[in-house]
């Protein structure tokens, strides 16, 4: 400061303070630049609630199905997503944390890392400068964000009995339950459930938002229906079957209330009985069991809910498989009855697969509007054209009159509705008629046509 105030040229003193006291402040400002705040908060990123979680009971098997979060909770992606636990809780759970405290992990599903986001010059569509070579890095054990899993549990004796949470402390408060329970517990008020919920939990061991909580009843299934009998039409399988013993009278479905992927059988005076009708693929039906889905990763379980072919409940023991019919191909059915406790349905074991391998027997309809004319050596014949999608051609029949016995003119089928007979004799009196064949093996013959007398010139 004394260079400030001494120079070796005398100049105006106000010019001087004015020029000191500016070099001052700035000497000022860069030492406060240097000193050290408070520590900030690290940045906290919580997983998203799992989406489309839903639970489905058939016979002691619970399905549970959800999308894995893909967002944080503030919207940010790719989710901080190291896994998503399932629990299990028998009976009404008064908070999130006693369903994590009490109730029972069901299954643990790990989440990879999503990949890298693309370099700028790959999303401009330009080539990125070659990397280093390494060793191929084998992929992450789990499932990738965004895709769809299902967990099972079995659903035991002890499971089915409610969870005996210990009394709180006197004047400690409860929270609330943070997830809405989308199956109304009014519904099962009467009814023993185990209630279930999802969270992710990030790579710190943080715990995210709750999905909303599921239920379905922990009471004895139904029995599965007796005598399934397979059969089919021209067009289609039909099924049909024996009720259990004891199987009380349903009621009509409301068709217009939404169900999870099915629609519900609401409003109902009492519990009914309906029943689904599943696929049961060939080779499963030595186990009793159904396909697998797709491959999963290494170590971890991977199955697909089956879904019935039957859009909503059935009230009747008849069904008919809406799938176009393919003969020759084997195909197998199971049964279960399913229980409805107002928005809540249960369904059963399995009934044994019933399995039918269609064979085309019917025949095609008989050409009709047979004509023939009758020329030099010749007899023109045309018909009608048969509409049937596996028509295979058409036979001509020929026989002297009045009483010859009709045979094959054409050693094989005609494609043409029309045919001249050049092998008739002069003033011989034929009798003609058409029959359409199909392509089954061996072929279907219809009924003959019309027939037609007629002598050739």
């Keep these: 400061m004394s260079n400030c105030f001494a120079s070796a040229r005398p100049r105006p003193g106000r010019a001087i303070l004015s020029a000191c006291l500016a070099i001052g402040v700035m000497a000022g400002m860069a030492a406060g630049c240097g000193k050290k705040g408070p520590p900030l908060a690290p940045l906290l990123r919580l997983p998203?609630?799992?989406?489309?979680?839903?639970?489905?009971?058939?016979?002691?098997?619970?399905?549970?199905?959800?999308?894995?979060?893909?967002?944080?909770?503030?919207?940010?992606?790719?989710?901080?997503?190291?896994?998503?636990?399932?629990?299990?809780?028998?009976?009404?759970?008064?908070?999130?944390?006693?369903?994590?405290?009490?109730?029972?992990?069901?299954?643990?599903?790990?989440v990879r890392r999503p990949p890298p986001p693309v370099?700028?010059?790959?999303?401009?569509?330009?080539?990125?400068?070659?990397?280093?070579?390494?060793?191929?890095?084998?992929?992450?054990?789990?499932?990738?964000?965004?895709?769809?899993?299902?967990?099972?549990?079995?659903?035991?004796?002890?499971?089915?009995?409610?969870?005996?949470?210990?009394?709180?402390?006197?004047?400690?408060?409860?929270a609330p339950v943070q997830g809405p329970v989308t199956l109304a517990a009014a519904a099962l008020e009467d009814v023993p459930a185990r209630v279930y919920v999802a969270?992710?939990?990030?790579?710190?061991?943080?715990?995210?938002?709750?999905?909303?909580?599921?239920?379905?009843?922990?009471?004895?299934?139904?029995?599965?229906?007796?005598?399934?009998?397979?059969?089919?039409?021209?067009?289609?399988?039909?099924?049909?079957?024996?009720?259990?013993?004891?199987?009380?009278?349903?009621l009509l479905p409301d068709t217009d209330a939404p169900y999870l992927p099915r629609r519900p059988i609401v409003p109902l005076a009492a519990p009914g009985w309906f029943y689904d009708v599943f696929d049961v693929p060939p080779a499963a039906t030595a186990g009793g069991g159904a396909a697998s889905g797709p491959a999963a990763p290494a170590n971890l379980p991977r199955v697909e809910p089956p879904i019935p072919l039957n859009p909503q409940p059935l009230t009747s023991t008849a069904f008919t498989?809406?799938?176009?019919?393919?003969?020759?191909?084997?195909?197998?059915?199971?049964?279960?009855t399913v229980n409805v406790f107002g928005r809540i349905q249960q369904e059963g074991?399995?009934?044994?697969?019933a399995c039918i391998t269609p064979r085309d027997t019917f025949p095609p309809a008989p050409p009709t509007g047979l004509i023939a004319v009758a020329g030099d050596a010749v007899i023109s014949l045309s018909w009608g054209p048969n509409t049937e999608s596996d028509l295979g051609g058409y036979l001509v029949l020929r026989g002297e009159a009045p009483g010859?016995?009709?045979?094959?003119?054409?050693?094989?089928?005609?494609?043409?509705?029309?045919?001249?007979?050049?092998?008739?004799?002069?003033?011989?009196?034929?009798?003609?008629?058409?029959?359409?064949?199909?392509?089954?093996?061996?072929?279907?013959?219809?009924?003959?046509?019309?027939?037609?007398?007629?002598?050739?010139?």
């Design 48 to 110: 998203a609630p799992a989406e489309q979680f839903s639970a489905r009971r058939l016979g002691s098997t619970v399905y549970l199905q959800f999308v894995i979060p893909t967002k944080s909770q503030d919207n940010s992606m790719p989710a901080d997503l190291a896994r998503v636990d399932v629990y299990g809780y028998t009976g009404t759970p008064a908070s999130d944390d006693d369903m994590v405290k009490y109730g029972t992990l069901v299954a643990t599903v790990p």
């Design 321 to 336: 498989d809406p799938r176009p019919i393919e003969f020759g191909t084997e195909r197998c059915y199971a049964v279960r």
């Design 199 to 250: 969270v992710g939990v990030n790579h710190k061991g943080r715990r995210g938002s709750f999905s909303p909580h599921v239920a379905v009843p922990v009471v004895d299934a139904p029995p599965p229906p007796t005598d399934v009998t397979p059969g089919n039409t021209e067009t289609q399988i039909t099924l049909a079957w024996t009720p259990p013993p004891g199987a009380p009278i349903a």
């Design 404 to 457: 010859g016995t009709l045979q094959p003119l054409t050693p094989q089928p005609v494609g043409e509705t029309s045919y001249e007979d050049r092998s008739a004799k002069p003033g011989v009196r034929y009798v003609y008629a058409i029959v359409a064949v199909d392509k089954a093996a061996p072929p279907n013959v219809s009924a003959q046509s019309n027939r037609i007398e007629v002598a050739a010139r």
């Design 349 to 353: 074991e399995a009934s044994a697969p």
């Design 119 to 174: 370099e700028e010059d790959r999303a401009r569509g330009r080539k990125p400068p070659p990397r280093p070579q390494s060793k191929p890095v084998a992929p992450e054990p789990g499932f990738d964000q965004g895709a769809t899993v299902a967990v099972t549990e079995t659903v035991t004796p002890a499971l089915a009995q409610p969870v005996v949470v210990p009394r709180p402390a006197r004047g400690k408060a409860v």
